[in-house]
């Protein structure tokens, strides 16, 4: 397809499709004439998933290409490359800080927590993974500011944690090609988690409502 | 206590207490001399809360206080007060955005969402919840980027959103007066949301391990 199909099967503009060209987000297409390319169905996937990364998950132009370089990586087993590209996706509103002496005791919390859980692969990880640096940030906050965050009390987070992402991977694994699960699952880790953390508020409200609601 | 100690039992320094008093995010002490004034358990219990909020939430002043505001309102019943105070505290890194007709056929499966999830307060609330116009905004996007997103689909994480809220709102009810309650959960709704999407990302990579990995 030319650029002006991809722009409207894409809803993305020409002007914006020309920008991610440029910047090297989007591979170029199969050069046609001197001033026309030719685009196919990666191109349109490509896309979706770099406005799922800017749009939704408001990342900024180079850590997209980081993610994207991950992606693409076939060097990678199909473990690996999954794993690459999601840590490749900094996660909302803070990037995963480096752990201290202070994180000490939640370390700790997040380590029993791992063995509580029977997550080896997490075990094996440890803080390489930022997922796991953001945590321990999380429950050194909770500590500081004296919430509730023992490793028993996470524990139903993390088996909560489980259910969904086993629906995930089930899904990922009925789709196409090992790029394609890839592609999916970087997008999938950005757009669900809106839907994760509005339904999350809602299912408060509604259990909050059963119980004290007056009416 | 004198403000050095709620700065020490706190951990927060005596200039940032100084600037929260100023900003009137925590309330004054008890005048005892022309200069001096006396601070209590309240005091902490609310500086413990303004942190969460500005420091993990990364709320600006104003929001901060537009929260507090509603978590003071005794005038209304228990469950609006959480809801209240709950619906002030902004989705990370988005503001609840308005409905347009573009944002209908997102709704439409919101809505057969909550009636399969037999939400009766989500559905009498609708888009006055900033959760729900939040769900909606994702379903939209990833009704527009094509990836799978019905009511059937989404299911499982309502139900799994069920789950965590059943368990927080338990622990919400051992909790002493209804104030503290309502400071606890604003409090948990920010401190919480980076320990659930890190475990997501976590348990994925547990679970893609567990499938996928060579070794």
Redesign the interface.
């Known amino acids: 397809m030319r650029l002006s199909e991809l722009s409207e099967r894409s809803?993305v503009s020409t002007a914006t499709i020309k920008y991610y060209l440029r910047e090297r987000l989007l591979p170029p297409g199969r050069a046609v004439t001197a001033t026309q390319a030719e685009y196919d169905e990666s191109h349109l996937r490509r896309l979706?998933l770099v406005?799922?990364l800017i749009?939704?998950g408001?990342l900024p132009v180079a850590t997209t290409r980081e993610v994207l370089r991950a992606v693409d990586d076939d060097s990678l087993?199909?473990?690996?490359r999954?794993?690459a590209a999601?840590w490749a996706i900094p996660?909302?509103?803070?990037a995963a800080p480096a752990l201290t002496e202070e994180t000490e005791p939640a370390r700790q919390i997040v380590d029993t927590l791992l063995e509580l859980a029977d997550?080896?692969?997490?075990r094996q990880?440890g803080p390489l993974?930022p997922?796991?640096r953001?945590?321990v940030?999380?429950?050194m906050?909770?500590l500081?500011?004296?919430?509730?965050?023992d490793a028993d009390h996470?524990l139903?987070?993390?088996k909560?944690?489980?259910?969904?992402?086993?629906?995930?991977?089930d899904?990922l694994?009925a789709l196409g090609t090992p790029s394609q699960q890839v592609e999916?699952?970087v997008?999938?880790?950005v757009?669900?988690?809106?839907?994760?953390?509005?339904?999350?508020?809602?299912?408060?409200?509604?259990?909050?409502?059963?119980?004290?609601?007056?009416t």
């Open positions: 809803g979706r406005r799922a749009q939704v408001r087993d199909h473990h690996t999954l794993g999601v996660h909302i509103a803070n997550w080896t692969f997490g990880m993974n997922s796991y953001m945590l940030t999380a429950v906050e909770l500081k500011l004296e919430y509730p965050c996470l139903p987070y993390a909560l944690a489980t259910g969904v992402a086993v629906t995930e991977i899904e694994e999916a699952a997008a999938m880790t757009l669900y988690e809106p839907v994760l953390l509005s339904l999350r508020r809602m299912a408060q409200a509604e259990e909050s409502s059963r119980r004290f609601s007056e």
